[in-house]
Antibody, heavy 118, light 109 residues
Framework: EVQLVESGGGLVQPGGSLRLSCAASGFTVSSNYMSWVRQAPGKGLEWVSVIYSGGSTYYADSVKGRFTISRDNSKNTLYLQMNSLRAEDTAVYYC????????????WGQGTLVTVSS | SYVLTQPPSVSVAPGKTARITCGGNNIGSKSVHWYQQKPGQAPVLVIY???DRPSGIPERFSGSNSGNTATLTISRVEAGDEADYYC????????????FGGGTKLTVL
């Protein structure tokens, strides 16, 4: 059974850092594309970042230069390192599997809440 | 960057048909996916590649895509279908980004 479990969210001050984790089971992270999607309170879904099976990474303009997506193949885990956090980064962050660029995000985690506030 | 436009809300009576649109420039040339999200839950894929249904999704859910509009159709709407619905495409022209529509709140009257 495919499962994605996010962790690492919490309250952080503006300018601070946080690392989110997404532990996968039932499939191999490195053989798939893996993505982060966020949802600010009361708002819609916003794509954040993706890592391709080959290792290429891409980011939304809103996080480029501040966030870094990575994976640990030995732990079958996806990460999102978030630096220079801003109030507008406050959101629930979901990890999701996507098999290829045009494919759907077919499995999602339950999400982890990140709150950026002083 | 590529923009997907959805109506903020759609209302329908139980047993009737709901149609949720997703507009985009020549969206008919792209693969469109649809997600259902209920309050406090993660999104769930309900239609992929314009019109395919994942296992476990009722046949009442269907999709189409042509020209500048993709449509999610829910037949014989039930109270349990009340949720937010998002369309999504992959835009190869803008640095490999995934694009979501703004979402449509489906209200079952």
């Amino acid at each position: 059974e495919v499962q994605l479990v996010e962790s690492g969210g919490g309250l952080v001050q503006p300018g601070g850092s946080l690392r989110l984790s997404c532990a996968a089971s039932g499939f191999t992270v490195s053989s798939n594309y893996m993505s982060w999607v966020r949802q600010a309170p009361g708002k819609g879904l916003e794509w954040v970042s993706v890592i391709y099976s080959g290792g290429s990474t891409y980011y939304a303009d809103s996080v480029k230069g501040r966030f870094t997506i990575s994976r640990d193949n030995s732990k079958n885990t996806l990460y999102l390192q978030m630096n220079s956090l801003r109030a507008e980064d406050t959101a629930v962050y979901y990890c999701a599997r996507v098999r290829a660029a045009m494919a759907p995000l077919d499995y999602w985690g339950q999400g982890t809440l990140v709150t950026v506030s002083s | 960057s590529y923009v997907l436009t959805q109506p903020p809300s759609v209302s329908v009576a139980p047993g009737k048909t709901a149609r949720i649109t997703c507009g985009g420039n020549n969206i008919g040339s792209k693969s469109v996916h649809w997600y259902q999200q209920k309050p406090g839950q993660a999104p769930v894929l309900v239609i992929y590649y314009d019109s395919d249904r994942p296992s476990g999704i009722p046949e009442r859910f269907s999709g189409s895509n042509s020209g500048n509009t993709a449509t999610l159709t829910i037949s014989r709407v039930e109270a349990g279908d009340e949720a937010d619905y998002y369309c999504q495409v992959w835009d190869s022209s803008s640095d490999h980004r995934w694009v979501f529509g703004g979402g449509t709140k489906l209200t079952v009257l």
